[in-house]
Structures are given as structure tokens and as C-alpha cells.
């Protein structure tokens, strides 16, 4: 037998009006198209019409339910709520999580980046079969401008948002002699970044180094960017082909973690 909570009796709530509004939330998420009125929501959950009435009353005055011509829908308060729980997922351990889903003889270095201003700060990095000596070293501050994971997260703002990343300067900060120095030259590679869909760093952070990095979208409003990086010596056409393939995998794998979807260059 059910009681004014919706369950049975041998599952009494020990705070049986939390009960009730996580039903009504469950019942319209179920129904996301429909709204429904107390009478209905009653029935359906086997709740009376005055609880369901006081609870829906009380989750519209939050925010979690907007009513309708005397119906009740979700409210654009979950939204909030849904954001903040995705802010919340630890980026490293997906990052880490879906590093194990490729294969484990890749032979590659990958890594995992964010942007801080006009540098990236690297936040994780999964080794490959072959040591390389980075100066991206895992937490450490890089021009983004140099990178690859850097290029590609620059490559998704808006000419405003770059301006006030980098400043008036039109003469850009570099680490080697390959390292983009202008803004002219940076506007034309992002474009070309834009257009292939991922980012290169030819030598440019660090001699003999070469580097392909894809941005992740994330939903939670944080600018994140995966690469594979290989000494230039292995680099060739085909195995550049390979690679691309791998981090959109990677980044497709770690966009579901996430809770977003899409791939972004």
C-alpha cells in the first residue's frame, strides 16, 4: 500500500515532503514536453492533491518548477543546478579515465590543458612508449600563443576576447625560434585552425618537439584543450593522419565524461 509519499509502507521517508518534490521532479522530467496540473501529479505519483499542491507551490517559489496556467513544468533554476554539478567533475580524472580507453600501446604523449589568461597551465599528462622531455611540465605556465593546446583554445574566442587575452602588444612572447611572433601571423594560423580542426605546434614551445591539440567543450564554462605530442623526428604525414584520429577519439570520449557533446578545433 502507498502512502502520501508515493512509496510503500515499508519504505517510509525520513523527510517525506523532500520525497514528494523529488517524485514531482522525476515525474516531469520524465514527461520534459508536458506540463501537469496538482490533480494529475497526484494521481499519477499517488500522492494527495493538497501535499502535491504545497510542494509544487514551494519548488516554483525556488525557482525548480514554473507554473503555466495553473500547470507545473521545470523550472530554469535546475538548469543552474545542472551547471554547477558539471563545474564539479574533476577534469583531471576524466582526463585520466579516458587516456585508459585508448589503446595501451599508443605510443604517444598526451596531455590535458587550460587556459589562465594569455598562458596555458597544464594540468595532466599521460606518458607514451617513447620518453620525451617536455618544458610542459604538469602544472607549469606556458605563452598560449607557443602551443598547440594553447592555439586551439584561442581559436574559439571572439576577436574581444582575444584582444583582451593579449593585449594591445602586436609583438607576442616566444620559446623558440619557430614560435609565432605577431598577431598577424597567430590571426592566420587560428584561422587555418578553425578551418582543419585542430592545432599544430611544429617545433614552436620546444626543439624537436611536435604537437597536434583539439579544444573540449565541457558545458561548465571551462576552456580545456587535449594534445598528442611526438618528437619531430617520428613525425610524418600518415602518422599525423593517425594521430588526428586518436584525439578525436580522446576528445569525443572525454566530451561524454563531461556531459557535453561536439567536437571543437
Same mark, same amino acid.
Given at each position: 500500500?502507498?502512502?502520501?509519499?508515493?512509496?510503500?509502507?515499508?519504505?517510509?521517508?525520513?523527510?517525506?515532503?523532500?520525497?514528494?518534490?523529488?517524485? /514531482?521532479?522525476?515525474?516531469? *522530467?520524465?514527461?520534459?514536453?508536458?506540463?501537469?496540473?496538482?490533480?494529475?501529479? @497526484?494521481?499519477?505519483?499517488?500522492? *494527495?492533491?493538497?501535499? /502535491?499542491?504545497?510542494?509544487?507551490? *514551494?519548488?516554483?517559489?525556488?525557482?525548480?518548477?514554473?507554473?503555466?496556467?495553473?500547470?507545473?513544468?521545470?523550472?530554469?533554476?535546475?538548469?543552474?543546478?545542472?551547471?554547477?554539478?558539471?563545474?564539479? /567533475?574533476?577534469?583531471?580524472?576524466?582526463?585520466?579515465?579516458?587516456?585508459?580507453?585508448?589503446?595501451?600501446?599508443?605510443?604517444?604523449?598526451?596531455?590535458?590543458?587550460?587556459?589562465?589568461?594569455?598562458?596555458? /597551465?597544464? +594540468?595532466?599528462?599521460?606518458?607514451?612508449?617513447?620518453?620525451?622531455?617536455?618544458?610542459?611540465?604538469?602544472?607549469?605556465?606556458?605563452?598560449?600563443?607557443?602551443?598547440?593546446?594553447?592555439?586551439?583554445?584561442?581559436?574559439?574566442?571572439?576577436?574581444?576576447?582575444?584582444?583582451?587575452?593579449?593585449?594591445?602588444?602586436?609583438?607576442?612572447?616566444?620559446?623558440?625560434?619557430?614560435?609565432?611572433?605577431?598577431?598577424?601571423?597567430?590571426?592566420?594560423?587560428?584561422?587555418?585552425?578553425?578551418?582543419? @580542426?585542430?592545432?599544430?605546434?611544429?617545433?614552436?614551445?620546444?626543439?624537436?618537439?611536435?604537437?597536434?591539440?583539439?579544444?573540449?567543450?565541457?558545458?561548465?564554462?571551462?576552456?580545456?584543450?587535449?594534445?598528442?605530442?611526438? +618528437?619531430?623526428?617520428?613525425?610524418?604525414?600518415?602518422?599525423?593522419?593517425?594521430?588526428?584520429?586518436?584525439?578525436?577519439?580522446?576528445?569525443?570520449?572525454?566530451?561524454?565524461?563531461?556531459?557535453?557533446?561536439?567536437?571543437?578545433?
Amino acid at each position: 500500500m502507498e502512502n502520501e509519499t508515493g512509496q510503500g509502507d515499508g519504505d517510509r521517508s525520513l523527510a517525506p515532503a523532500v520525497t514528494r518534490a523529488v517524485a /514531482v521532479l522525476d515525474m516531469l *522530467a520524465a514527461n520534459r514536453e508536458e506540463s501537469f496540473g496538482p490533480s494529475e501529479l @497526484g494521481r499519477r505519483l499517488g500522492i *494527495a492533491k493538497s501535499s /502535491v499542491s504545497n510542494v509544487c507551490h *514551494a519548488l516554483a517559489q525556488g525557482g525548480l518548477l514554473r507554473q503555466v496556467d495553473g500547470e507545473y513544468c521545470l523550472g530554469q533554476r535546475l538548469v543552474e543546478y545542472g551547471e554547477a554539478y558539471l563545474a564539479g /567533475v574533476d577534469l583531471v580524472q576524466q582526463f585520466h579515465a579516458a587516456c585508459l580507453e585508448l589503446a595501451e600501446d599508443e605510443e604517444e604523449t598526451l596531455q590535458l590543458a587550460v587556459l589562465d589568461g594569455s598562458d596555458v /597551465v597544464y +594540468l595532466a599528462r599521460r606518458g607514451g612508449g617513447h620518453p620525451i622531455r617536455l618544458v610542459s611540465e604538469v602544472g607549469r605556465h606556458l605563452p598560449a600563443t607557443c602551443t598547440a593546446v594553447g592555439k586551439a583554445m584561442l581559436a574559439t574566442l571572439s576577436e574581444r576576447e582575444l584582444a583582451e587575452r593579449l593585449g594591445a602588444d602586436q609583438e607576442l612572447r616566444g620559446l623558440t625560434a619557430n614560435s609565432v611572433r605577431t598577431r598577424a601571423e597567430l590571426d592566420r594560423q587560428l584561422s587555418e585552425i578553425r578551418a582543419r @580542426g585542430y592545432a599544430v605546434d611544429d617545433e614552436e614551445a620546444g626543439e624537436g618537439i611536435f604537437c597536434l591539440a583539439s579544444t573540449v567543450p565541457t558545458r561548465s564554462g571551462t576552456t580545456a584543450a587535449v594534445s598528442v605530442t611526438l +618528437l619531430k623526428a617520428r613525425h610524418s604525414r600518415e602518422r599525423e593522419q593517425r594521430l588526428v584520429e586518436l584525439l578525436r577519439k580522446l576528445v569525443g570520449d572525454l566530451a561524454g565524461r563531461l556531459g557535453s557533446t561536439g567536437v571543437r578545433g
